[in-house]
């Protein structure tokens, strides 16, 4: 019995051998169209389950008892491609996968995507993959948490309120484009992350250019540009389904259609996704739907037409109002606390929330003339509506003072107490109003590209904008009351307000913005430069319908116009092909902001000196490619003139011993900002990598200020001489580094841990004291994050499928994300915490 048994086990080793000698290796390496590694390829030999998936550094290796065949290589976002194999042919195969959106080229063109070691700007790009990794059930901005001088937080903590800022100048100073049109706020200059939540879910790149940047617009940004690039329109017919759920109640469910190339020349890709939770804070539950389409269609090989529209409408609640250290600490809620919510009928009531709509629809057009040259245009147009609601009244303190009807110390506010006052009052002195900003927004980019010869291109176009925006308050819920006394509108000083009528103010802001541009590129063998000048006019007008009689002749502003203009120019030299240098300045004027026109909100007083903002810009770098390292060093100076700042804050109001919302208006500012970036990825074995990066700013401010505070209905509190002179800029960690590893643990499994830390993170200013030469503003102790994720994919009845499963803040950190200084020390400090651990787990199947 044992001969047999050893006779058949020999006679299988046999047969094994004898099969695996019939077998032969296939290897190769897989890129993108800029021969970046792609990870994670299917790559099948056709009529056969054999094959493999591409590794950490793009490469395959399995093998075959086929002689000769066809392999199939797949991957979502890319075209699937067919390659004949000769497995006699020992030599490794490379291929190359095209983006599989439609219109990525053409958007990239049209975005000025800076190109790597070619294009003398610092710069870092997210890609598709690990966005869909690591963003789970974060903040879209905390993508960029690891990225050269960026900071990005939750600020409050409710969904969608996240911020960034990048070499420490705020979003009023970073240019946000979606497709390379610009979505900054027209009057300030802000971006509200929560009228983009869905971005994350049909977003194919990010692009991060610090500095000046290469964007195509007439007046280039201060801090940089972070440049969102959609999916746009697929060549191939499928779709996609995702789940997700996680810490707090999260839930998403996500849909994604494409028609693919049709044999008429359209091509469709619709998005929808609902999103829900009750938020991490305490009283911030959250609902939302965002949406995306983009159809295209040729009309021929010259002329192209793109429509894309995306948004979200969604409500959510916040936590408005920093408090002390020491009020964490004694809650028993900790880091989640928040005063800004109660009950009202049982039911959970928060007193703050963000709720808003605003679509963003274009149409590009797509103009081949000839070999050389091109023309992108693209239309757009956005209309906003919503705002935040906050407590209001004489009485409004009942809900958030001091003395308001609280459940203990720290616990919810019991509205039903105030609705019962005002219903036995019948008039209603403590409410909920809206802080509307409504706007209508349009404008159009066109872009010329013309390649004069081998070595020179030109780029030249228009941007032109106008803006509308709606402000002003209006009753959102009386609590139980019938009516709300308001005496702001001079033309019905005994308004008798019901929900939904405006109160305390109510005026539009105009702004008609026309730019033009000029780029000429070298570029020959190892050597490239370019110049610039671009030139803007724009233009203010300001209409107060409560604070002017209907007849009277300045209700309505004339214009007030300011011309802004500017010139940079730059140039890269590769010393060789693993070194390169880089070099770039710049100087431009721009527009003051629309507040530093009109501070205090008074037709008669409108600023028509306001200075324009003068920046002065340069840097240097140095770039390292080696096969399996690379590395980027860049030095930046800023010197930024005439700086309009602006704030704002709750702060406790003096004469009413009541927490409101203050306004500050601070002009003639200037800053320096300069420091030293480096980052680097690091591939030492198959299947493993590294990628880290460290951030030195040195930010300061250089002139002491006159500060402007006005009240939540826009009334001059004070005028205060502010003492800030070599103060550091707060807001922003100062010292940033990360650290990240990925780890194949099998091809289709992989494991990633990353690592932040941040340091010289000061608070921000309170105007009220800085009325002498006073201490440093109060900094922030220093932190340390750890996030975990793990990536598995697998195929369910023959479909691609992937399950993400994402930690963040992985041991529990108790951390600072934002703080208001008051006297220089952390007693006197007012803060809102980070998050901590959370989860999320995602499952996505293609078809």
Known sequence: MKKIVLIAVLSLISLANIYSQNKKLISGNIKDEKQNPLIGVSVVVEGTNEGGITNGEGSFQFS???????????????????????????????????????????????????????????????????????LG????????????????????????DGEVTLRGFNSENVAVLI???????????RVYWSNWTGLGSVTSSIQVQRGLGASKVAVPSIGGTINTITDNTDTEEGGQVSYTTGNNNYQKVGVKLSTGLMNNGFAATVYADKISGDGFVDGTPFEGVSYFASISKRINDNHKLVFTATGATQRHGQRFERLAIQDYRTSDRGVKLNKGWGYKNGQLFALSENFFNKPLISINHYWRINDNNKISTAVYYSSGKGGVNFEDGADK??????????????GPVDVDRVV?????????????????????????????????????????????????????????????????KDNSDVNNPNNAARVGDKIGYYNDAFVNWYGS?????????????????????????????????????????????????????????????????????????RAPYFSAVWANNNNDQTNKDAENQKITSIELG??????????????????????????????LNVTTNEVETVFTNILGVDALHQGVEVDFEYRPLTGLSFTGMLSLGDWKWKNDVTAVITDSDQNVI????????????????????????????????????????????????????????GVDPWKVPSFHLFDASLLHKFKILNLDAKVIARMNNVFNTEFITRANDNDGTAQGATVFYGPGRTFSISSIINF
């Not at 497709?179 to 200059?189: A, S």
């Not at 409410?431 to 209508?440: G, L, S, V, Y």
């Not at 980019?445 to 925006?469: A, E, M, P, Q, V």
Request: aromatic fraction near 14%.
């Open 622 to 651: 140095y770039g390292l490619r080696l096969p399996k390292f690379a590395a980027n060093v860049n030095l930046y100076y800023t010197q930024w003139n005439d700086r309009t700042q602006t704030d704002t804050r709750t702060a």
């Open 397 to 410: 303190g009942k809900l958030t003072g001091p003395n308001s009807y609280r459940f203990g110390e720290f």
């Open 517 to 589: 541009f000029a780029q000429l590129e070298y570029d020959k063998d190892d050597f490239s430069a370019f110049v610039a000048l671009n030139g803007s006019n724009t233009t203010y007008r300001r209409v107060d319908y409560f604070r002017k009689l209907s007849t009277d002749p300045t209700r309505e502003t004339d214009n007030v116009n300011f011309i802004g203009y500017g010139a940079k120019a730059g140039a890269n030299y590769r010393l060789n092909e693993y070194n390169n240098i880089f070099a770039n300045v710049g100087y431009f004027e």
């Open 718 to 773: 004070s005028n205060l001489n502010l003492f800030i002179k070599d103060l550091p800029v707060g807001r922003s960690a100062q010292t940033t580094a990360a650290l990240g590893a990925r780890y194949f643990v099998t091809p289709k499994t992989s494991f990633s841990v990353d690592y932040n830390y941040y340091d010289r993170y000061y608070a921000d200013f309170n105007p009220s004291n800085r009325t002498s030469p």
């Open 179 to 189: 497709n390379g049109i610009p979505v900054n706020d027209m009057e300030g200059g």
């Open 137 to 160: 059930n974060q903040e879209f901005v905390e993508i960029l948490k690891s990225v050269p001088g960026v900071y990005a937080s939750r600020e409050g903590g409710g969904f969608g």
């Open 64 to 134: 075959t008892t086929k002689k000769q065949g066809t392999l199939l290589v797949s991957i979502i976002g890319y075209v699937s491609k067919k390659v004949a194999f000769d497995a006699n042919n020992s030599n490794t195969i490379e291929i190359t996968l095209e983006d599989s959106s439609l219109d990525l080229e053409e958007v990239q063109v049209f975005s000025s995507r800076a190109v790597d070691r070619k294009t003398p700007v610092a710069v870092s790009t997210i890609k598709k993959q690990d966005i869909e990794e690591k």
């Open 420 to 484: 019962a006052e005002n219903m036995a009052n019948g008039e209603s002195t403590a409410i909920i109003q809206t802080t509307a900003n409504d706007h209508i927004w349009l404008g159009a980019i066109s872009t010329w590209n013309s390649r004069i010869n081998d070595h020179f291109t030109f780029i030249g176009g228009l941007d032109y904008r106008y803006y509308k925006g709606i402000k002003y308050k209006k009753v959102d819920d009386l609590l139980g009351g019938q009516f709300y």
